[in-house]
């Protein structure tokens, strides 16, 4: 794949981690993913949101509990879609952790960079049906679906007035939002991002259109063992939903404001399949290229990298394309390093996956920690690196990638790396 060879700095500004916030299926805190991912919980458990009986799969790892109204005005609750919910709570959680103290900031200079799959599609199906059934729209319904409304309403939450901008690029989204905010701090277009991702399309309509192209599991009878990424007994991935965001400084303006650091945003690298709209390119080269370019960009070299968050969505394509993928990269060290998917407990977050896997990946970084793959039983020939079975491992992680692939043959990575003066 030819020479890594250090990147040259864009124009000298670092970009470093200074605060986090996730909903998800383990969790409406940081903490609480973080404890269950090193206990190896699943968050997969039979649908509660709506009627699933006509669906093929009626489990999901949805996030329960969550109450909107207490993260916002009940106003603003009737007046947006779940998606949009999810990212203002992560948001606030994240401001909140990196001590960010918004009215001392030029807010011309903080911005949203957001990732998501689908938007508001629960509100977009059930309210378009009503309407093709003889009812009325409600006056906000575009407003309430379009995929980059929940950017919009997290800027309008908080005040933030800078780069503002949401990417779609299927389950890859939000690893691409953490780069391209981290390119917008490069460049100097803004001091401070958050870069987030959201998704909740949990609905008849969203779960039956998966199952139209066979890409979930259907083990009912065992929801809690249905994500079993790189397993031979795989059968498709788990849906989910969920948030999480990750507040990105310049290291000048972190270090200025004295800022507590998580890590370090120092790679990332994209490519696409250009192959099939759905099914992986099974040679897995374009998601290598993806991988190598990050590392060129974060001028490291493949025996540095010391774990691997992977995209890892159970089914029987990616899962070994993806493989294939590492090991094209990373040579013979592929059998070497530790990989886990935390798809195996939180399911599938489609759009908002790459954020809250960032989270997991820095978490490792900073507490010494890889989590499990869960439900890791069978080895599959073509599956046959190190993916970290079943239990926490204590690890020293300095330098991590964490992969985000997506339907569109969209491919993504970024490179997290702990932070050092």
């Known amino acids: 794949m030819g020479r890594l060879v250090p990147a040259m700095s864009r124009d000298g500004r670092r970009v470093v981690?200074?605060?986090m916030g996730t909903l998800n299926p383990l969790g409406k805190t940081v903490e609480e993913y973080w404890d269950g991912l090193v206990e190896g919980r699943s968050g997969a458990g039979p649908i509660e949101g709506f009627d699933a009986t006509r669906l093929t799969t009626k489990f999901a790892c949805e996030v329960r509990g969550f109450d909107p109204v207490d993260y916002m005005d009940r106003k603003l609750v009737q007046r947006s879609a779940r998606f949009t919910h999810l990212a203002i709570a992560s948001s606030g959680q994240a401001i909140g952790d990196a001590e960010l103290d918004l009215a001392s900031e030029?807010?011309?200079?903080?911005?949203?960079?957001?990732?998501t799959g689908i938007g508001g599609f629960e509100i977009m199906t059930r309210d378009a049906a009503a309407y093709l059934n003889g009812g009325r729209l409600q006056p906000l319904y575009a407003t309430m679906v379009i995929p980059n409304i929940a950017a919009a309403q997290v800027a309008m939450s908080y005040g933030l007035r800078g780069p503002n901008s949401t990417t779609v690029t299927a389950c890859a989204a939000s690893t691409?939002?953490?780069?391209n905010a981290l390119r917008i701090i490069q460049r100097g277009d803004a001091d401070v991002m958050l870069a987030a991702g959201?998704?909740?399309?949990?609905?008849?309509?969203g779960i039956a259109s998966f199952n139209a192209i066979k890409a979930l599991s259907t083990r009912n009878e065992s929801p809690e063992t249905a994500s079993r990424p790189f397993d031979r007994d795989r059968d498709g991935f788990v849906p989910?939903?969920?948030?999480?965001t990750l507040v990105l400084e310049s290291l000048e303006h972190a270090q200025r404001r004295g800022a507590r650091v998580y890590g370090e945003v120092i790679g990332f690298g994209i490519t696409n399949d250009a192959f099939h709209a759905v099914a992986p390119d099974e040679t897995g080269a374009a998601p290598a290229r993806c991988m190598h370019n990050a590392l060129i960009d974060a001028g490291v070299r493949p025996e540095e990298v010391d774990y691997v968050n992977a995209h890892g969505t159970s089914t029987p394509l990616n899962d070994a394309a993806e493989t294939r993928a590492m090991k094209m990269v990373l040579g013979d060290y592929a059998y070497k390093v530790p990989i886990s998917s935390t798809k195996s407990m939180i399911g599938h977050l489609l759009g908002a996956a790459g954020a809250v896997e960032a989270i997991a990946t820095?978490?490792?970084i900073n507490r010494g920690v890889i989590h499990p793959t869960i439900n890791y039983q069978n080895p599959d020939p073509a599956c046959d690196l190190d993916y970290v079975p079943n239990q926490a491992r204590r690890a020293d992680v300095r330098i991590a990638i964490s992969n985000g692939f997506g339907f569109g043959g969209q491919n993504c990575t970024i490179v997290l790396k702990r932070f050092e003066e």
């Not at 691409?176 to 780069?179: E, L, T």
Request: hydrophobic share 35%; charged share 20%.
């Open 198 to 205: 959201t998704e909740a399309s949990m609905c008849e309509v």
């Open 362 to 364: 820095l978490l490792s």
């Open 17 to 19: 981690v200074t605060g």
């Open 240 to 244: 989910g939903e969920g948030a999480g």
């Open 106 to 115: 030029d807010r011309y200079r903080v911005g949203v960079e957001m990732g």
């Open 176 to 179: 691409h939002a953490i780069g």
